[in-house]
């Protein structure tokens, strides 16, 4: 029923930005809960930031609040995270992921278990 693509990954300096997109192929106009998590190698699967897709109750996890921002397109489908200041520490594969549930985007926390989509990452790599 969702289908999702990333991209926008890449290798960056520490103290650089990226932008990472995801656009969510779905049969269904309603607004669905999506969510960015990231997993870096050895560590599990991190929630970063959820939105609804028509724009409204974003959370963050306090690891990227102030630094990454949540943001979406709703007549593109597409579903960002602008990430600045970028630190070696956030170097790890990236999802996007989304669920037909709104009671995913509830909040505070950001869930595994909560999303049924998951796209196949893509990768950030920060170097110091």
């Known amino acids: 029923q969702v289908h999702l693509v990333e991209s926008g990954g890449g290798s960056v300096q520490a103290g650089g930005s990226l932008r990472l997109s995801c656009v969510a192929y779905r049969t269904s106009p309603h607004s669905i809960c999506m969510a960015w998590f990231r997993q870096a190698p050895g560590k599990e699967r991190e929630g970063l930031a959820s939105?609804?897709?028509?724009?409204?109750?974003?959370h963050y996890a306090d690891s990227v609040k102030g630094r990454f921002t949540i943001s979406e397109d709703n007549a593109k489908n597409t579903m960002y995270l602008h990430m600045n200041s970028l630190k070696p520490e956030d170097t790890a594969m990236y999802y996007c992921a989304a669920d037909l549930r709104f009671s995913a985007c509830a909040g505070p926390s950001i869930g595994v278990t909560n999303f049924g989509y998951w796209g196949q990452g893509t990768q950030v790599t920060v170097s110091s």
């Open positions: 939105i609804y897709t028509d724009g409204g109750n974003t």
